[in-house]
């Protein structure tokens, strides 16, 4: 058995999967608080996850009804970009920064301004970093907080975090690395000379954790940790890695061929490749995979978070909120929304607040502004498969997982949108899945044994033959033209 862990923005899921069968059979999730403040300033407390990775472990193990001692390997996956800052004790020493706080977005804009913009960016390192990213953090703390900066010994990125509390070693692997805005995509190496921009004295590369391979493990679990966790104390933890690269090995996209769509608290899309082919789009990221190749990636920072938003606006639960979405027709009569509520990296509107737009006496209907919100987030993603599409991804299948790939209304309109058949794995929760395969994969090869990563997504990754939807001509054309009023407003804003 194997535990997978994903510690996403909105909350902590765990599952324990048997690889023997493919079956998952429990799974536990927990919330985390978000710490909100003026500036875009999105942090959340690390010690939250640690209470959310045990709540969601213990809830996990009890509905697998299975004891901790049979685990023999812990996957983890997490947010990307996020900023953990430990002394040389080990101690956080600040709330991390996350991959949606666009507080460093004027450092950001400096460190594109030093690499020649976007395109310096893309010719460097690979990857035209954007705000969210952890270099612009890095910058930020030492300029805010100087006190915390000269205390740093280590950098760790989320699920870096969680490897070290688990096994007390800090390293990383070359997937969530290569978010990080210090990290060269087709060389697979750290930039240390752009960290000695911000700190000449060397202290940020010094902190930089080492390297691993993606079918290596960490170590083996802390006695102390496995005991607070009801663990096996002689349980690996796998090299994990950042949520969108565990969420493509949960839905099997490990070779060229398929795309996975992930309707979170970000909206992400993603394709396997086995070359670094960086698209000329600054907005497409040519992050690695956790699997040993690249994952080619468009993020929208406002997903779930903004149907969220209107959800609770008009006080309405999950169900109601779907039943509201189905009610409206398509483009919703005419209310069209850009749900930038956080500032937006695709497309690029960093600085952008989300707006109403067509609104009149007649539509103004609690239904309406539950399509829109539906639609409009959903625009952002096609807009990002167009940036994909534009730079070779040829696949047409997308895999859609995350929150909203639960509600049947949502996978139609995606289908529609993208005008692309949907098929959802059995499990949504891919990046938890992803994390506890990658686990399975990392012991078999600790222990010699040739077990390769095909073969374990083989058994483990099934497609929920009743979930999937197929485009309709008809809507497709209907929404294309709401497509193109959406892609006006946004033209306007750039
Ligand atoms: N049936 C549903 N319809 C729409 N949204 C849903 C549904 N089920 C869950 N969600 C939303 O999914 C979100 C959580 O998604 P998740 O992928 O777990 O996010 P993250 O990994 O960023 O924490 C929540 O905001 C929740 O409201
Ligand atoms: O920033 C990115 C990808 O570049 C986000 O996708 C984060 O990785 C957060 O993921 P979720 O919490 O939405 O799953």
Not at 13 to 22: H, N, P, W
Not at 63 to 85: D, E, K, R, T, Y
Not at 288 to 295: A, D, I, V
Not at 302 to 326: H, K, M, P, Q, Y
Request: charged share 20%.
């Amino acid at each position: 058995m194997y535990l997978g862990i994903d510690c996403g923005t909105q909350g902590t899921k765990a599952l324990v999967l048997d690889t023997q069968s493919g079956r998952v059979l429990g799974e536990g999730s927990a919330a985390h608080q978000l710490i909100s403040g003026a500036n875009g300033r999105r942090e959340q407390e690390a010690s939250d996850w640690l209470q959310a990775f045990e709540l969601a472990t213990r809830a996990a193990l009890e509905q697998a009804g299975v004891p901790g001692s049979a685990i023999l390997g812990i996957g983890v996956s997490g947010q990307q970009h996020g900023l953990v800052l430990l002394d040389a004790q080990g101690e956080v020493l600040r709330p991390a920064k996350l991959w949606c706080d666009t507080e460093s977005a004027a450092e950001n804009q400096q460190l594109l301004d030093f690499l020649g913009g976007d395109s310096g960016s893309l010719e460097r390192l690979g990857v035209a970093i954007a705000p969210g990213y952890t270099v612009s953090k890095l910058l930020w703390t030492r300029d805010h907080h100087p006190e915390v900066f000269a205390r740093i010994a280590h950098i760790l990125l989320p699920h870096d975090y969680l490897n070290y509390w688990l096994t007390g070693r800090c390293c990383a692997e070359y997937g969530d690395a290569s978010g990080s805005g210090y990290f060269n995509v087709r060389t697979r190496t750290w930039d240390t000379e752009l960290l000695e921009l911000i700190d000449p004295d060397g202290a940020l590369v010094r902190a930089l954790p080492e390297l691993i391979e993606a079918d290596r493990c960490v170590g083996s679990i802390r006695p102390e940790v496995a005991e607070r966790l009801g663990l096996n104390p002689g349980a690996l933890v796998a090299s994990g890695g950042g949520d969108n690269m565990m969420g493509a090995i949960g839905t099997g996209n490990i070779a060229p061929g398929a795309i996975t769509m992930s309707l979170g608290t970000s909206g992400t899309v993603y394709a396997y490749a086995d070359q670094p082919r960086v698209s000329p789009h600054p907005q497409v990221a040519t992050f690695c995979s956790s699997s040993g190749g690249w994952l080619p990636l468009i993020c929208t920072m406002n997903l779930t978070n903004a149907s969220g938003a209107i959800r609770e606006l008009l006080g309405l639960d999950i169900d109601a909120f779907g039943a509201l979405v189905g009610e409206a027709p398509i483009g919703a009569q005419g209310v069209l929304m850009l749900p930038f509520l956080n500032g937006e990296r695709v497309p690029a509107l960093p600085l952008a607040s989300g707006s109403l737009h067509g609104l009149t006496s007649d539509n103004l209907t609690r239904a309406n502004l539950c399509r829109a919100v539906v639609e409009g987030t959903t625009f952002g993603l096609r807009y990002g498969l167009d940036l994909l599409r534009d730079s070779g991804i040829r696949s047409d299948a997308i895999r859609l997982i995350g929150g909203g790939a639960k509600s049947a209304t949502w996978r139609q309109i995606v289908a529609d949108i993208m005008g692309a058949p949907v098929a959802c794995p059995q499990h949504t929760e891919a990046a938890a899945l992803g994390a506890a395969i990658q686990a399975a994969w990392c012991v078999a090869r600790e222990r010699g044994q040739a077990v390769s990563l095909q073969s374990l997504c083989d058994t483990c990754v099934t497609l929920d033959e009743q979930r999937g939807a197929q485009p309709d001509a008809q809507r497709s054309q209907a929404y294309e033209v709401v497509y193109q009023r959406y892609r006006e407003q946004v033209r306007q804003l750039q």
